[in-house]
């Protein structure tokens, strides 16, 4: 479990206090003031942690070695003649590039001193100044948010800040203004300015406009008629025996397992087919007679409980939920690769059309979890992995694929939250690019795009880490057979770890217990180390996990637990000496201590 190598205490004793007392400036905190009295009563929280950030020791080190290069870092702006200085203007913009993406979490996590009531936790993180990465790295970022990327960010400003366990946040930072305004003027010139993030309308009526109220007053009434005159039914019948139709089926029609017209969810089915048809009702009501049409000839209701086999389970599949509450779909194209599965979905119109039917039976089934009344969740949020796509170039998926939008399109109308395609490959760019000017704009605002560098973050955004699957940078892990201390409905804690910095997660322990910890940081190469302090002065302190360099090779998630017989701090350390951002998650709980 851990390697418990003694190490004496009064060095670590003595590195210790300065972040220590920093937390305690920097925040008024009930929840921090606590943490100062050893003797917590019943209703004091068991633990308390706060994150502090330092320059990495690599970094740190070769400082040391060349401090001269630092102040001329700093000096081309204050001079613009010279050939001498020409050549170094170049560095201070990509360093206001990469630290462009944080201005977000800065400005917006002051808003959050005024802190909630007394939690479990409280987490005060303290930043200091962040050593820079070297230019070459810096360059490949620049060209990195020239591409569609630098789209994505623009749609990503509107959605929810980074979540951060329960309790007061603070962040201070020591980037210069000048820097930061460099950055936002470089970048509002790279983004579309046409491109918003989509926000779900209200399905209530009391928020519909007038317009819209009456368009669906409207169609209220052409589906009553078409209801009351057999119309839904007859148009895919024979003529044999009408009345004995009449009698059997007239009574009601049913979409998604919802009958039309009964209650208050039968208008949040029929908003979905205005909105498809701007609100034009008579339109509106030609495409539910159509879609309930193909849905008999598609024979869905028998659909419901065929057996298709599990072949393609790993292609499409859900999995947890967004902030919003959303069920996620996944979409894994690269499994496509695979020949044999490939030929097995595609080969032939008949295998493509079992395939069809496979994915609109998942799809059915998913509709059906979903809450129709009018403030509830009626849409699913898509993520589409393009890692390993075939591609274009393959007919075969290429008419499969063409087949089932137009179904999509046709008969599922406003089903889609958001669409967010991940690990991107360059032809997608250029196909997105060609597309583009055909579609709408409410289409492209539901639309996130993340190049193979950004998709963990990019999923962060709209997704808790612990709800998303554990091949795409989350903590979600299938618990069948591990039986982990962890759950989906365990949150975790979600920071950056700056290039060049190192990051230490300081839990405070106020009684004995046993601590239970996980931790990740994507894509790793990083060191991590994990100790236990004690306060006793004449203690040692205990190595849970000496620093040790971790790859992408790695364990992605490294679980642990440590027993606390005396009251002191676990340590967990992360130190990223590359140039490149980190993302770390972590979460632990506290079980009760046992001799």
């Known amino acids: 479990m851990a390697d418990e190598t003694p190490a004496h205490n009064p060095p670590m004793a003595a590195a210790q206090p300065p972040p220590s007392s920093a937390t305690v400036s920097d925040s008024d905190s009930p929840a921090v003031l606590e943490k100062q009295d050893p003797s917590p009563t019943s209703h004091v929280p068991a633990v308390s942690v706060s994150v502090t950030e330092s320059v990495s020791t690599t970094i740190a080190e070769k400082e040391e070695q060349a401090p001269p290069p630092e102040p001329a870092a700093l000096e081309p702006d204050s001079s613009d003649k010279g050939p001498g200085k020409e050549e170094l203007p170049p560095t201070p913009p990509p360093q206001a590039v990469e630290l462009e993406s944080e201005p977000p979490a800065v400005t917006e996590a002051p808003k959050e001193e005024n802190p909630p009531a007394p939690a479990a936790e409280t987490v005060v993180i303290s930043e200091s100044e962040s050593q820079l990465p070297p230019a070459p790295a810096q360059q490949e970022v620049v060209t990195e948010s020239e591409s569609l990327a630098a789209m994505m960010e623009k749609e990503e400003t509107g959605a929810p800040a980074e979540p951060t366990a329960a309790g007061t946040t603070t962040t201070t930072t020591t980037t210069t203004s000048a820097q930061e305004e460099v950055a936002a003027a470089v970048e509002e010139k790279k983004v579309p300015q046409n491109l918003g993030s989509f926000k779900e309308e209200s399905n209530k009526e009391a928020d519909l406009s007038d317009s819209e109220r009456k368009a669906l007053e409207e169609l209220k009434q052409l589906v009553r008629e078409a209801i009351d005159s057999n119309l839904f039914n007859s148009e895919s019948k024979t003529e044999e025996n009408p009345e004995k139709e009449k009698k059997q089926e007239s009574k009601e029609v049913s979409i998604w397992g919802i009958p039309l017209?009964?209650?208050?969810?039968?208008?949040?089915?029929?908003?979905?087919?205005?909105?498809?048809?701007?609100?034009?009702?008579?339109?509106?009501?030609?495409?539910?007679?159509?879609?309930?049409?193909?849905?008999?000839?598609?024979?869905?209701?028998?659909?419901?409980?065929?057996?298709?086999?599990?072949?393609?389970?790993?292609?499409?599949?859900?999995?947890?939920?967004?902030?919003?509450?959303?069920?996620?779909?996944?979409?894994?194209?690269?499994?496509?690769?695979?020949?044999?599965?490939?030929?097995?979905?595609?080969?032939?119109?008949?295998?493509?059309?079992?395939?069809?039917?496979?994915?609109?039976?998942?799809?059915?089934?998913?509709?059906?979890?979903?809450?129709?009344?009018?403030?509830?969740?009626?849409?699913?949020?898509?993520?589409?992995?393009?890692?390993?796509?075939?591609?274009?170039?393959?007919?075969?998926?290429?008419?499969?694929?063409?087949?089932?939008?137009?179904?999509?399109?046709?008969?599922?109308?406003?089903?889609?939250?958001?669409?967010?395609?991940?690990?991107?490959?360059?032809?997608?760019?250029?196909?997105?690019?060609?597309?583009?000017?055909?579609?709408?704009?409410?289409?492209?605002?539901?639309?996130?795009?993340?190049?193979?560098?950004?998709?963990?973050?990019?999923?962060?955004?709209?997704?808790?880490?612990?709800?998303?699957?554990?091949?795409?940078?989350?903590?979600?892990?299938?618990?069948?057979?591990?039986?982990?201390?962890?759950?989906?409905?365990?949150?975790?804690?979600?920071?950056?770890?700056?290039?060049?910095?190192?990051?230490?997660?300081?839990?405070?322990?106020?009684?004995?217990?046993?601590?239970?910890?996980?931790?990740?940081?994507?894509?790793?190469?990083?060191?991590?180390?994990?100790?236990?302090?004690?306060?006793?002065?004449?203690?040692?302190?205990?190595?849970?996990?000496?620093?040790?360099?971790?790859?992408?090779?790695?364990?992605?998630?490294?679980?642990?637990?440590?027993?606390?017989?005396?009251?002191?701090?676990?340590?967990?350390?992360?130190?990223?000496?590359?140039?490149?951002?980190?993302?770390?998650?972590?979460?632990?709980?506290?079980?009760?201590?046992?001799?």
């Open 261 to 595: 017209l009964k209650d208050e969810r039968s208008d949040v089915i029929l908003l979905k087919f205005l909105r498809a048809r701007d609100f034009k009702a008579k339109d509106a009501f030609v495409m539910i007679k159509n879609t309930i049409r193909w849905r008999k000839e598609f024979g869905i209701d028998e659909l419901l409980d065929e057996d298709l086999g599990d072949d393609m389970e790993k292609v499409v599949f859900m999995h947890g939920q967004d902030k919003e509450g959303h069920p996620v779909c996944y979409n894994v194209y690269g499994e496509f690769q695979n020949k044999e599965l490939y030929q097995k979905a595609f080969s032939d119109e008949e295998k493509r059309m079992k395939f069809l039917r496979w994915r609109i039976q998942l799809l059915e089934k998913s509709i059906r979890k979903l809450d129709f009344s009018p403030g509830g969740v009626s849409t699913i949020f898509q993520v589409s992995d393009l890692k390993n796509s075939p591609g274009p170039g393959k007919k075969e998926l290429r008419l499969a694929t063409k087949q089932a939008l137009q179904v999509l399109q046709d008969n599922y109308p406003e089903f889609v939250a958001k669409q967010v395609f991940i690990n991107v490959p360059w032809w997608y760019l250029a196909f997105y690019t060609m597309i583009s000017p055909f579609m709408t704009q409410r289409t492209k605002s539901k639309f996130v795009i993340a190049l193979p560098s950004k998709s963990a973050e990019t999923l962060f955004k709209y997704i808790p880490p612990e709800q998303v699957p554990i091949q795409y940078g989350g903590l979600s892990v299938d618990y069948c057979d591990c039986n982990p201390e962890f759950s989906d409905a365990d949150p975790a804690t979600e920071m950056t770890v700056k290039p060049g910095t190192k990051q230490t997660v300081e839990i405070t322990i106020f009684e004995k217990c046993i601590l239970v910890w996980e931790i990740r940081v994507v894509g790793w190469e990083v060191s991590y180390g994990a100790e236990f302090v004690p306060d006793a002065k004449d203690s040692y302190a205990v190595i849970i996990q000496k620093p040790t360099k971790m790859t992408a090779k790695d364990e992605p998630v490294v679980s642990q637990s440590f027993k606390v017989g005396e009251l002191g701090k676990v340590l967990l350390t992360v130190d990223n000496p590359t140039s490149k951002k980190k993302k770390l998650l972590y979460r632990f709980k506290v079980k009760p201590f046992c001799d």
